[in-house]
């Protein structure tokens, strides 16, 4: 915002100036020294054009970049935003899969450990089969495996 209106007043300044006469001598060593006032004669005088600065053109130009900073900060945002929500969202998932993946383990070392398993249908217990049991056994390896495979 600084450098902005910094410009803005040198822009004005140049304005108000008022273009006068421009000489070009040469110092000592030859080189070239322009001023308003020659020290020296033979001084060459040069053609200097100049123009007042459009001030309203100025102040629309300025509005003009605000307006465009203003909409790129949006962007800029709205894009770390977006990015904060990812972030936050893996997170979450990564967390909850880890927690899927405990429960499941757990789940396959209880059937593991289990001699002998029951359905409770009815308010009966009904005790499974070893083929039952084995069956049980794997699709709880195969929902283990799911969970707790590396994304």
């Known amino acids: 915002m600084k450098p902005t209106l910094i410009v803005a007043a040198l822009l004005l300044a140049l304005g108000v100036a008022q273009a006068s006469d421009v000489f070009m001598t040469k110092d000592a060593q030859g080189r070239p020294v322009y001023t308003d006032r020659p020290d020296t004669l033979p001084a060459q005088r040069l053609d200097v054009k100049s123009a007042t600065t ?23 945002d709205a ?31 209880q ?17 499974l089969t ?11 390896k195969k929902v283990m495996d799911e969970f707790c495979a590396e994304p």
């Open 54 to 76: 459009d001030t309203v053109e100025v102040q629309r130009r300025n509005a003009e970049q605000q307006k465009q900073l203003a909409e790129a900060s949006k962007a800029s």
């Open 130 to 140: 070893d083929a039952e049991l084995d069956t049980a056994r794997e699709d709880a």
């Open 79 to 109: 894009a770390a935003k977006t990015e904060k929500e990812n972030k936050t969202s893996v997170v979450a998932m990564n967390a909850d899969r880890a927690k899927h993946c405990q429960e499941t383990r757990d789940h396959y070392l």
């Open 111 to 127: 059937l593991m450990n289990a001699q002998r398993l029951y359905e409770d249908t009815d308010g009966e217990r009904r005790y």
